[in-house]
């Protein structure tokens, strides 16, 4: 999935302009587009699954280095 959450959107066509909606042609291509942002929500910002996965792999490998004896 893109960043900003265009995928979603790239089969939808808009009635009013006939267009696909993640082109935001028209006043009603964008209004779905600001929908459909608000819609995913604030964790949104981590992506995909594996995207999460690799964020919380890295931070298990600090921590590990973090807690290695000297």
Known sequence: ??????????????AN???R?????CAVCRA????LR???GPWAVL???ATLIAL???LAAVALLVARPA
């Open 17 to 19: 302009c006939t267009g």
């Open 47 to 49: 992506g995909s699954p």
């Open 21 to 25: 909606v993640s082109e935001g042609r």
């Open 1 to 14: 999935m893109r960043g900003d959450g265009r995928m979603i959107a790239d089969w939808l066509v808009c």
């Open 56 to 58: 919380l792999l890295t």
């Open 38 to 40: 608000e819609a995913r």
């Open 32 to 35: 779905e587009l600001a929908r």
